[in-house]
T-cell receptor
Framework: DAKTTQPPSMDCAEGRAANLPCNHS???????VYWYRQIHSQGPQYIIH???NNETNEMASLIITEDRKSSTLILPHATLRDTAVYYC???????????????FGTGTLLAVQP | ETGVTQTPRHLVMGMTNKKSLKCEQH?????MYWYKQSAKKPLELMFV???????ENNSVPSRFSPECPNSSHLFLHLHTLQPEDSALYLC????????????FGSGTRLTVV
């Protein structure tokens, strides 16, 4: 699976949009971009994933550049409860076997300030 | 009960003890996973089970012994652990597909004394 690069930390004001960047310049055509977050001492929580097109759900939006070498997770109106470590993970989109493992990096600690 | 449930939430054990961590998923998923998260470190994948069969052992010491009796339950048997094994142990499950997402439990906070 391709490697990802994320800033170690970011701040965001409460109520503003939080834009979390991720570089994945070695991504292959069959690899998805996933985002998870982990609030302190809890299990990670799935946020969103995409292959080529931009995606949106009730939690966030995912913007993937046309060359797929980077992406941005957008939390439209950050709250204090969004303070967490956010992980960008690239993973092969292939059915089953050893390819279904999810490997976490160090992520970005997003601190939402009041 | 929905989602992925892990018990116990907290566990303190001596180095000579034997204990087990339990994970149960109520999502009908066919894959389950154990992860370890030590202080200030990323999550480390330990074991992968697909359709109850172990498909990944990420060089985990033999003092950690997983068991998957059915697709809904996953255990991690612990014996003669070391203090450096103190960590948050997380279980996850997924439905194997091209773009599946994992559902994680809340974890077991293990302290080895």
């Amino acid at each position: 699976d391709a490697k990802t690069t994320q800033p170690p930390s970011m701040d965001c004001a409460e109520g503003r949009a939080a834009n979390l960047p991720c570089n994945h310049s070695t991504i292959s055509g069959n690899e998805y971009v996933y985002w998870y977050r982990q609030i302190h001492s809890q299990g990670p929580q799935y946020i969103i994933h995409g292959l080529k097109n931009n995606e949106t759900n009730e939690m966030a939006s995912l913007i993937i550049t046309e060359d797929r070498k980077s992406s941005t997770l957008i939390l439209p109106h950050a709250t204090l409860r969004d303070t967490a470590v956010y992980y960008c993970i690239v993973r092969v989109a292939k059915y089953g076997g050893a390819t279904n493992k999810l490997i976490f990096g160090t992520g970005t600690l997003l601190a939402v300030q009041p | 009960e929905t989602g992925v449930t892990q018990t116990p939430r907290h566990l303190v054990m001596g180095m000579t003890n034997k204990k087990s961590l339990k994970c149960e998923q109520h999502l009908g998923h066919n894959a389950m996973y154990w992860y370890k998260q030590s202080a200030k470190k990323p999550l480390e994948l330990m074991f992968v089970y697909n359709f109850k069969e172990q498909t990944e052992n990420n060089s985990v010491p033999s003092r950690f012994s997983p068991e998957c009796p059915n697709s809904s339950h996953l255990f991690l048997h612990l014996h003669t652990l070391q203090p450096e094994d103190s960590a948050l142990y997380l279980c996850a499950s997924s439905q194997i597909s091209r773009g599946e997402s994992y559902t994680f439990g809340s974890g077991t906070r293990l302290t080895v004394v």
